[in-house]
């Protein structure tokens, strides 16, 4: 009998593994420079998150004694040990890419620099700056003069002051918070010549520091910057009597407070000065000091500023018509005649606003119901809801207000849709609804037809410009029946539905998945041809991981493309060398979760909002939609096998978690979102020509 250790990745292991990947990309030399900074900024984005969630879980477990061995987890304090070294390594890893990009962008003319090499212009333009905009926002703290250490809040950056004066002996120590929520990180500086330079929010405090202790009649003075990350899970209480509202509302007021996960700091700090830190925050037996450079929070690399040089960006390319979608004609019209299938980003997601924005005003349209997980800061999804109810449409909205790090945003929204008369559905107690699902009911003569949208993604027109989605829109009863069955349960817990077409969870899903793979391996046992092709984020649940090892070993044919966390282990003899495992990071974000099933070569293809995880088969609502139109069928698995013949930016999953690119990277030059592109458009000029 196999060890767990032998059939699962740790899942905090395969998400470093995958964070890895971002790291590939930031460090990949084919990839414009600007773009290789972002990716920095999304790899340190991810490590806040993951350190907020996955490793302040695994603390409370370590604290609360808990020595789980599962073939997820693993024992908490043995995955910590691992989580830490791998973390360090590719920190080093990290700053080594940092390095390189600022040599390249120095070679496009693009310079970083610091407050120490500052010419006489820049430092009177950046004096004007520092008095205006920067020194009003900053508020020091003398530490030495306050009873108690000033609370640190989670993942905002810090400097920690070193002041020695001329009146005083010894050294002084203070704090200023960066203020980045408020301000840019990067000052631009007035070019000279051909050449652009960038300053850090940092160094521009760093250049007025002497301004601002002046009257302390300083000799020496020094910053360094540290950053604190905090619990980020939510503790929602059990009191009855107050709402969900209420309850998350407190609640994220309380994750500010959470307890330290991390603490990063300036490896060059004074060691006086980093004790004097750790002990008054009271961090001085805290088991994650991680040393690091000058600067943190490298998220911000994410909105650097665009310095006017096409060559340092991706250009973005124009979305792709749908074919059967015309300007100016009614979506209804058009959904009617056919299943309409789109594809983000490659397609946009202005035909989903226009179908919103006709029913806003269409005066056959009776209801809108719609659920919303997270969405755009400014969002016209939502102007167009407000829209329809001031039309005097019956608008119902099931936002969930517990879609980690948009609780607040979705607060804020839900008070705004309240405000317009739009009912606000509360959802099942202990249940997020992440299901992407849109039903507008109309009035067509004597007859009540409904129309559907159902999603991989979230109704953001944001997202859908660097989020790899999937989008039916439909009028097919077999889908819209079950579709107003899941708001019914929505609206009304205590009911519950048999659903023969969707796959809803927490219900359902599992056991028709299960039945799809295990019709795949009696097929395979019978002689029969058999795969299994699957495109996800994430697959972690042991459950369906040890059935896709049934169907290797029965002799299915599996390929599956994995973005995230993947817990199987493909290629392995006896177990698994059926099963190959590709991951994808490229310029969009593969988000989109596929499923097809041989069949006997009557395929069934779903597409849905769930992965294979525990939290989305059993623990919230999800749904997963079958296409049953014929060339939809065929475009969906034409975009896997696309995907799936990558070797430019696919990486391959195996048990060593290396990351390998395909052998074949150097003799071929197939990459997905590329050939993607290319294969919508050829589409579209293929339908014109007909």
């Known amino acids: 009998m196999q060890n767990f ?5 740790n899942r905090e292991i395969s998400w470093l593994s995958f964070n890895d990947r971002v790291l590939q990309e930031a460090q990949d030399t084919s990839v414009p420079l600007l773009e290789r900074l972002k990716f ?8 806040d998150e993951f350190f907020s969630v996955r490793v302040g879980t695994l603390k409370r477990m370590v604290d609360f004694g808990i020595k789980n061995k599962s073939v997820v987890a693993g024992s908490p304090k043995k995955t910590l040990d691992g989580i830490y070294k791998i973390v360090l390594t590719q920190s080093e890893k990290f700053q080594e890419i940092y390095e390189a990009i600022k040599t390249g962008l120095e070679r496009e003319g693009v310079f970083f620099i610091d407050e120490n090499v500052l010419n006489k212009q820049q430092e009177k333009f950046l004096l004007d700056y520092f008095r205006e905009e920067v020194r009003p926002r900053l508020v020091p703290i003398m530490l030495s003069s306050v009873k108690q250490f000033p609370y640190l809040k989670n993942q905002v950056i810090y400097l920690a002051i070193y002041l020695k004066s001329r009146r005083r002996k010894g050294t002084e120590h203070a704090l200023i918070e960066v203020p980045a929520d408020v301000l840019p990180r990067f000052v631009v500086l007035p070019k000279i010549k051909d050449k652009n330079f960038v300053i850090m929010l940092d160094d521009v405090i760093r250049f007025g520091l002497k301004e601002i202790f002046a009257i302390r009649n300083v000799e020496e003075i020094s910053a360094y910057t540290i950053k604190l990350t905090r619990d980020a899970e939510l503790d929602i209480d059990d009191d009855v009597t107050k709402s969900f509202f209420e309850k998350i509302s407190k609640s994220l007021k309380q994750r500010e407070k959470g307890q330290p996960v991390r603490f990063v700091y300036d490896q060059d700090m004074p060691r006086d000065l980093l004790d004097f830190i750790l002990k008054q925050a009271g961090l001085h037996d805290y088991d994650n000091l991680t040393p690091g450079g000058r600067y943190h929070n490298a998220r911000d690399f994410m909105n650097f500023p665009n310095m006017g040089h096409r060559n340092l960006q991706y250009q973005r390319q124009p979305p792709v018509p749908h074919q059967h979608i015309q300007l100016n004609k009614s979506m209804f019209e058009t959904i009617r005649k056919r299943d309409i299938l789109l594809h983000f980003p490659y397609q946009s997601f202005s035909y989903f606003i226009d179908l919103l924005r006709e029913a806003a005003i269409d005066p056959k349209v ?23 109810s001031r039309n005097g449409k019956r608008v119902t909205v099931n936002m969930e207000l517990a879609a980690r790090f948009d609780e607040e945003a979705n607060i804020y929204w839900t008070r705004k849709l309240e405000e317009e008369n739009i009912r606000i559905a509360g959802g099942v107690p202990g249940l997020k609804v992440h299901s992407k699902l849109c039903l507008i009911t109309r009035e067509e003569g004597d007859n009540v037809v409904q129309y559907a949208a159902i999603g991989t993604g979230n109704f953001n027109e944001t997202t859908a410009q660097v989020y790899s ?18 708001f019914k349960f929505l609206a009304t817990n205590y009911l519950t539905y048999n659903y023969k077409h969707l796959l809803v969870s927490p219900f359902f899903m599992r056991k028709k998945f299960k039945k799809l793979v295990t019709n795949e391996i009696a097929n395979a046992s019978a002689g029969k041809e058999a795969f299994i092709f699957a495109k996800m984020n994430s697959l972690v649940d042991p459950e369906m991981i040890d059935q896709l090892y049934r169907a290797s070993q029965a002799g299915v044919k599996i390929r599956m493309i994995v973005r995230g ?3 199987l282990i493909p290629g392995v003899r006896g177990l698994s060398e059926n099963i190959e495992v590709i991951s994808i990071l490229d310029k969009y974000l593969e988000h989109s979760r596929i499923f097809i099933f041989c069949n006997c070569g009557d395929e069934k293809i779903y597409i849905s909002s769930a992965d294979w995880m525990v939290r989305n088969l059993d623990n919230r609502v999800e749904v997963a ?3 049953y139109n014929e060339k939809n069928k ?8 696309i995907q799936f013949r990558d070797v430019r930016k696919a990486r391959m999953i195996n048990q060593k978690q290396d990351n390998p690119y395909r052998p074949e990277r150097a003799r071929f030059k197939h990459r997905a979102q590329e050939d993607l592109y290319a294969f919508l458009s050829k589409k579209l000029t293929g339908f014109r020509q007909e």
Not at 40 to 47: E, F, K, R, T, V
Not at 469 to 486: A, G, I, P, S, W
């Open 5 to 9: 250790s032998d059939k699962f990745i």
């Open 40 to 47: 920095l900024g999304i790899y340190s984005s991810n490590l």
């Open 366 to 388: 009776v209801s809108i119901k719609i659920t919303l997980y997270r969405v755009a800061k400014k969002s016209n999804v939502i102007n167009a809801l407000i829209n329809a």
């Open 469 to 486: 989605d999937h989008l039916l829109m439909t009028c097919d009863k077999r889908l819209t029946r079950e579709v107003y069955n899941v």
């Open 565 to 567: 966390i993947c817990s």
């Open 625 to 627: 939609v079958p296409v």
């Open 634 to 641: 065929q475009e969906l698995k034409s975009f896997f096998e």
